[in-house]
């Protein structure tokens, strides 16, 4: 398979900072995307990784290492709404047309 | 800018049966993905189109295709429908190198 792995679940405090973890595959590696999906809903996208270090976007960072395999979303000031599912997505081919998906780490956050 | 829409979003139907979704792009997006949601595989790639043509096809068999017309709307249809089918069945389309853009998504539910 394409092994992509991120923890099942997580939980955190609101106003608090948390970094959900994703490793893959590093084989034809072609860019690295986190999505936010709320329950029902569609996934929204959150951010695109193609480089190594680190792209941050108001409370939220990501951050890619290729030659690891290893990528990171960063959340931080946490608030109730943030409790969703977030996506690892790789893409390895030359169209951003197929996308691998990791299962998703459901994120709870606590008042 | 209207988004990604997906008709219907709601459908029932029983085994043996075939059903077809429809996607239609965000106004300017030639390209075009299908991806299939469950709660035990989570997000599986099924097709990508592009200007009318299959880029990509995932793993999916036989009873599961595609096309997309002219103005960049895009059809899937599965056919003699299995129990297993039941899924959310996701459109996406793009046309920058680092969004890509989900619809709300069509529940079909094979009893």
């Known amino acids: 398979g394409q092994n992509i792995d991120q923890p099942t679940e997580m939980t955190a405090t609101e106003g608090a900072i948390v970094q959900i973890n994703c490793t893959y595959q590093?084989?034809?590696?072609?860019?690295l995307f986190w999505y936010q999906q709320h329950a029902g809903e569609a996934p929204t996208f959150l951010s695109y990784?193609?480089?190594?270090g680190l792209e941050e976007k108001g409370r939220f960072s990501s951050f890619l290492s290729r030659s690891k395999g290893y990528s990171y979303l960063l959340l931080k000031e946490l608030q109730m709404k943030d409790s969703a599912s977030y996506l690892c997505?790789?893409?390895?081919?030359?169209?951003?047309?197929?996308?691998?998906f990791g299962r998703g780490t459901q994120l709870t956050v606590w008042p | 800018k209207a988004g990604v829409t997906q008709t219907p979003r709601y459908l029932i139907k029983t085994r043996g049966q075939q059903v077809t979704l429809s996607c239609s792009p965000i106004?300017?997006?030639?390209?075009v993905s299908w991806y299939q949601q469950t709660p035990g595989q989570g997000l599986q790639f099924l097709f990508e189109?592009?200007?009318?043509?299959?880029?990509n096809k995932g793993n999916f068999p036989g009873r599961f295709s595609g096309r997309q017309f002219s103005n960049s709307r895009s059809e899937m249809n599965v056919s003699t429908l299995e129990l297993g089918d039941s899924a959310l069945y996701l459109c996406?389309?793009?046309?920058?190198?680092?969004?890509?853009?989900f619809g709300p998504g069509t529940r079909l539910t094979v009893l």
């Open positions: 997505a790789v893409n390895r081919g030359s169209t951003l047309g197929r996308l691998y």
């Open positions: 590093t084989s034809g590696f072609n860019g």
């Open positions: 990784n193609v480089l190594d």
């Open positions: 106004s300017g997006h030639r390209s």
């Open positions: 189109y592009f200007s009318e043509t299959q880029r």
């Open positions: 996406a389309s793009w046309v920058r190198d680092n969004e890509q853009f």
